[in-house]
């Protein structure tokens, strides 16, 4: 039987950088690959008269907003998961001896 009276051993955290890279770098590709499939079949301008028509929105800048807003929610999946893998031990310590 396990005994969870011992502190067992927590590998340190991770540097800042490595931790924003963990979830930039993977929501990015996700984010590319994304933007190329959805304006493969919807055409910016189309998705703006339906959407905004009075605004002056150009191809090129619906690209880019698409974009981003792939981005933000691939990148808001890979936080929350990031959060929720983090170990327990970090979390749950004993409380102290009164």
Same mark, same amino acid.
């Given at each position: 039987m396990? &005994? $969870?009276t011992q502190p067992r051993f927590d590998h340190p955290p991770r540097p800042l950088a490595q931790r924003i890279g963990a979830i930039a770098?993977?929501?990015f590709f996700t984010a590319?690959?994304?933007?190329?499939?959805?304006?493969? $079949?919807? &055409?910016?301008?189309?998705?703006? &008269? /339906?959407? $905004?028509p009075g605004l002056?929105?150009?191809?090129? /800048?619906g690209y880019t907003l698409g974009f981003f807003v792939f981005w933000l929610a691939t990148a808001a999946s890979s936080l929350f998961t990031w959060i /929720?893998?983090?170990?327990?031990?970090? $979390?749950?310590?004993? /409380?102290p001896p009164e």
């Amino acid at each position: 039987m396990t &005994d $969870f009276t011992q502190p067992r051993f927590d590998h340190p955290p991770r540097p800042l950088a490595q931790r924003i890279g963990a979830i930039a770098w993977p929501s990015f590709f996700t984010a590319g690959v994304c933007t190329m499939v959805f304006f493969a $079949f919807v &055409d910016p301008i189309a998705l703006r &008269d /339906l959407t $905004f028509p009075g605004l002056p929105v150009t191809r090129e /800048l619906g690209y880019t907003l698409g974009f981003f807003v792939f981005w933000l929610a691939t990148a808001a999946s890979s936080l929350f998961t990031w959060i /929720l893998l983090r170990p327990a031990s970090r $979390f749950n310590r004993p /409380l102290p001896p009164e």
